[in-house]
Each structure stands twice: as C-alpha cells, then as structure tokens.
C-alpha cells in the first residue's frame, strides 16, 4: 500500500514538472499560448540581456536612475480571464536624486511586463508612483555606441492621459515627476 502510495505521489509530481510548450517571444503568439499553463514565452534570443542593469541620466544637479531585472518563467495566472501561461519578463525600479542624495526610490514593479519582438526595442509598463500614479506605455530603445556590445538608452513615456484629474489639481507641473524622451547610459 505504501509503494501504491508514493507511486501515485511520484508520478503526480513529475507530471507536474513536465516542460511546457515553448514559445519563442519575437515569434508570433497565439491567444491559445495564455492558457491552460502549458506554454513559456520564452526570451530564447536572449533579447532582454542588454537591458538589464542600472542606466542613468543626468541633467544638472538632477539624476535619473532605473534598473531593469529579469524574471525568468513567471506565472502569469488569472483564472476569471482564463489565463494560465509562463513568460519571461523585466521589472522595473527608479529612483531620484538631487545633489547626488537619493530623494526617491521606486518600488519594483509587482509583476515583470515586457515584449520584445526584435533585438533593441522593448515595450513595457511604468508606474509614475511619485505623480500620478498611473501605469503609462514605456518604449526603450537600444542605441549602438562606438564602442562593440555596448549601448545607450531611450526612455521614452507615452502620455495618454485618460484622465485629466492631476493636470486639473496641478496645472503648472508636467505630467510626470520623471524626465521624459530622454538617453541614459549604463552603470
């Protein structure tokens, strides 16, 4: 009976480890990949590896800072919408600083966000925790320096402003509280 017992075990929890249908994230995704916990959006390219780290931007006495961190195979699961899939994806944290003293830091995102569809240009999800908090399209472009294997950055926010109600409150400050269309090198 006891062997009866842990082969059931066994068998049930290998079954659980089987590998997933992988799916190449730059390749074409079926909405059937988001379901059933039987596919990885995987980042097989290696797409997001340059991303990662801390990139800096400094105007003045004034500096921006985000690091990007990957998770690899994270759960994406909501059962009331019928999704149910692995993805690798980046996070996403900032800080400010003032005078080289850190005036804010950021949470990292709760979930990683992310596409990649070709080498140099991710699209992701930010937060302006500081302002408005809300969640805004995010565009970071790889740009080539002379330099081999090395890059700058564009931080671009895309501003859609569904609503108006922090330039109704605040109409002489920006939109953000970080800077915007802007080239950021790595640390």
């Not at 994806?89 to 080289?100: A, E």
Request: charged share 20%; hydrophobic share 30%.
């Amino acid at each position: 009976m006891k062997n009866i017992l842990f082969t059931i075990l066994f068998i049930l929890f290998t079954s659980t480890l089987l590998p997933q249908t992988i799916v190449d994230m730059a390749g074409e995704r079926l909405g059937t990949h988001r379901k059933n916990g039987a596919y990885y959006i995987k980042d097989i390219n290696n797409y997001m590896q340059p991303y990662l780290g801390t990139w800096s931007y400094t105007n003045g006495n004034n500096e921006f800072r985000i690091t990007l961190t990957k998770d690899i195979m994270y759960h994406d699961v909501y059962p009331d919408y019928n999704i149910d899939y692995y993805i690798d994806g980046l996070r996403i944290q900032y800080q400010k600083y003032d005078n080289g003293v850190l005036t804010y830091t950021s949470n990292f995102d709760e979930y990683p966000t992310g596409i990649i569809k070709q080498f140099g240009k991710l699209n992701m999800s930010f937060t302006d925790n500081e302002r408005n908090n809300e969640s805004f399209p995010l565009d970071l472009i790889l740009i080539s320096t002379s330099t081999v294997n090395t890059y700058n950055l564009r931080f671009k926010l895309d501003k859609f402003e569904r609503r108006n109600t922090y330039y109704e409150e605040h109409p002489d400050e920006p939109y953000f509280s970080v800077p915007n269309d802007i080239i950021m090198t790595k640390l």
